[in-house]
């Protein structure tokens, strides 16, 4: 949430949601399907991707792109795109067949006008996140100088993700992480040679010097089971990583007797210890890769190897923060089998706030609260925008952080003054949020069009610049299902 103190509203109050000279054709291309744009705390897009090179005045090419996960709620179609900046924009349509986490492309439109770092605001049913791209000026676009990173033949410090299966084509998941030595800014362009059916790829733009980390994607379909060595070679420098092509195994799995280990509490993250034993009645040995859907907020998954057959105990790992006290249903899905198997959240509590300044809300039975990190009024005549965000206290401390954000169109916060979050860009408007780790716990804001969360102010000193309030009305949820805002209160002191 880092850039919404003022970013959120210039897009709302100044861009009018986004330019102009889309709204026309956004009008005939509405989405149909449903979920959440995922992001870490600060609403930084995670994970993402922004390939190619974006430099003052250059045309965009098939290689200039982002990829952002959304973790979707309800199948359909989609039309996503961000504002428009310096003359460019993002944007991507398709239909998402199938429910759980997803990475859309979003192609750039345009051409950059001048040098500089542009933040974006990609945004998707009631969810948005940011990201950031940076432009190079003419006078460094040309290919960057860099060096592979290596001890001996071998990359340095290389992550390599994915699961490597004869057979079983690649997605985004395959990739590897290597770092390089960059003398001279500028763009990049890395493609390997061909091994055993597959090749890393990756391009983008350097814009300072020093040690950085660059990925690369890898593509193709891995041709035959072998451990591999993937070379990588720029100018004089070359580095290798190894690479293990396995059998895909093969089986059915049952979800029969499963009972989740660990506890699980609304709004706290899930650790190691939250584990789903299945079993798995193995026929073919070899490499395996099971994964569930993601509900309220969270998963299961597990790679691994199996060397024998027969039945055997694979334990899921969960990740991800429960959103709601409610039963979800989670299938596991290898090869072409499937099972299900229930989790149930219990409710979560939060201890009164010891602050002197805070924020408290209540949403179906559960008391949220916490204490005050930052607040700060900004002038942007005629109007005026308070931010203030802060996180919560209790055992989880530090991870779910609220974010609110007012706009007085005629720059001056008063007593009894109302603040809603589904107003046009003419009117006192309002955003809400609270989020936990990279799952929406609640979110309303004109930019969705609402729902109604009506925010007040009661009381604001002047001279000690503390100002009180009171916030009820209703909320969308990670999954996009309103929920009931009560009791809502906050006291905060600006700068």
Request: aromatic share 10%.
């Amino acid at each position: 949430m880092r850039r919404s103190v003022l970013y959120f509203f210039l897009v709302f109050l100044v861009f009018g949601f986004i330019s102009c000279s889309k709204e026309l054709s956004l009008e005939n291309r509405k989405s149909s399907s449903r979920g959440s744009l995922k992001s870490d705390v600060s609403q930084e897009c995670l994970p993402k991707t922004l390939e190619g090179s974006y430099i003052a005045g250059k045309s965009f090419n098939d290689s200039n792109y982002l990829e952002v996960a959304i973790d979707v709620t309800k199948t359909g179609s989609y039309f996503i795109t961000t504002d428009t900046l310096n003359g460019y924009y993002f944007e991507g349509s398709g239909n998402f067949g199938n429910t759980g986490m997803n990475t859309i492309r979003l192609k750039a439109v345009g051409k950059p006008l001048a040098a500089g770092t542009d933040d974006f605001l990609v945004s998707f049913d009631s969810s948005f996140c940011f990201f950031t791209a940076n432009v190079l000026s003419t006078a460094i676009s040309s290919p960057a100088l860099y060096t592979l990173q290596s001890n001996g033949s071998s990359c340095l410090d290389f992550a390599l993700s994915g699961v490597y299966a004869t057979g079983v084509a690649l997605n985004a998941a395959n990739k590897v992480d290597i770092k390089v030595a960059v003398t001279t800014v500028g763009s990049y362009s890395l493609t390997t040679s061909p091994v055993s059916g597959i090749t890393f790829s990756g391009s983008g733009t350097f814009t300072t010097t020093g040690i950085q980390t660059i990925t690369l994607q890898a593509s193709g379909t891995p041709s035959a089971a072998a451990s591999i060595s993937i070379p990588i070679s720029i100018g004089n420098s070359t580095c290798r990583f190894p690479l293990t092509i396995g059998t895909p195994a093969a089986g059915t799995i049952t979800c029969a007797g499963t009972i989740p280990n660990g506890t699980y509490n609304q709004g706290t993250p899930l650790t190691a210890a939250n584990t789903v034993q299945i079993q798995v009645n193995v026929t073919a040995a070899g490499v395996y890769s099971i994964s569930t859907n993601t509900a309220n907020g969270f998963s299961f998954s597990k790679t691994g190897n199996f060397t024998t057959t027969g039945m055997q105990t694979v334990i899921l790992v969960g990740s991800g923060t429960p959103v709601s006290a409610a039963t979800s249903n989670f299938t596991a899905s290898f090869g072409g089998s499937t099972c299900t198997f229930p989790v149930a959240v219990v409710a979560g509590t939060r201890p009164p706030p010891t602050s002197t300044y805070f924020w408290r809300f209540t949403s179906g039975g559960v008391s949220y609260q916490g204490g005050i990190d930052s607040a700060a009024i900004t002038t942007l005549p005629p109007m005026a925008v308070l931010n203030f965000t802060g996180t919560s206290t209790g055992p989880a401390t530090g991870d779910t952080v609220l974010n609110i954000i007012l706009s007085d169109v005629n720059g001056a916060f008063t007593v009894n003054e109302t603040y809603s979050t589904s107003v046009g860009p003419t009117a006192n408007a309002g955003f809400f949020e609270v989020a936990k780790n990279v799952s929406t716990l609640f979110a309303a804001n004109p930019i969705s069009g609402g729902p109604t969360l009506v925010i007040k102010i009661t009381a604001h000193n002047t001279t000690t610049k503390v100002i009180e309030g009171t916030f009820d009305g209703t909320a969308k949820d990670g999954a996009g299902a309103l929920k009931t805002i009560t009791a809502g209160q906050f006291k905060v002191n600006y700068r």
